[in-house]
């Protein structure tokens, strides 16, 4: 894990790498629940920055923090590191696929009991920009760790770039 972390901050403190480099701010948290009796809080209002760099292959890495409340309308936190690549439609039209290696802590239930815990997820996601500063962020989370029950989740971004 430690080489993993050494490498990544290597390569994004780069002199080639800091060429392209942009932060994303993070905001809203929309979700459904599939196949659930329970009730779940499904307006999240979350907030959270990335920051990111663009190499010339259109890879880009990142490292963020997200701030929400969870499904059982707890406050969570999540730390991460994350890969995109940029797959470009149109002048207007980016799509990026993605998987971050996330840290979180949130709210779970256990005999009837809200707990906080913590742990770690690699969460997948596809992200599509528009005219290079809005985005809309979705995500599948299957039932386990991250969820009660199989999950789609969105959320808005406004890119700010820097060089």
Wanted: charged residues 20%; contains cysteine.
């Amino acid at each position: 894990m430690k080489n993993i972390i050494s490498t990544f901050i290597i390569y994004f403190f780069s002199s080639s790498c800091l060429a392209s480099t942009f932060i994303e701010i993070k905001f809203g948290g929309w979700s459904h629940h599939f196949k659930t009796k329970d009730e779940f809080n499904e307006v999240h209002e979350g907030i959270g920055l990335e920051l990111y760099s663009l190499d010339g292959n259109n890879n880009q890495v990142g490292v963020g923090y997200w701030r929400m409340k969870d499904s059982l309308n707890v406050s969570s936190d999540y730390f991460g590191f994350n890969y995109r690549y940029k797959v470009k439609i149109n002048n207007n039209i980016e799509i990026l696929p993605s998987v971050s290696f996330s840290y979180f802590e949130k709210g779970k239930k256990e005999k009837g009991t809200i707990t906080k815990h913590s742990g770690s997820s690699l969460i997948p996601s596809l992200s599509f920009n528009f005219y290079e500063k809005y985005g809309l962020d979705l995500f599948y989370v299957p039932e386990g760790s991250l969820s009660y029950s199989d999950t789609i989740f969105f959320r808005l971004s406004y890119r700010i770039i820097f060089l």
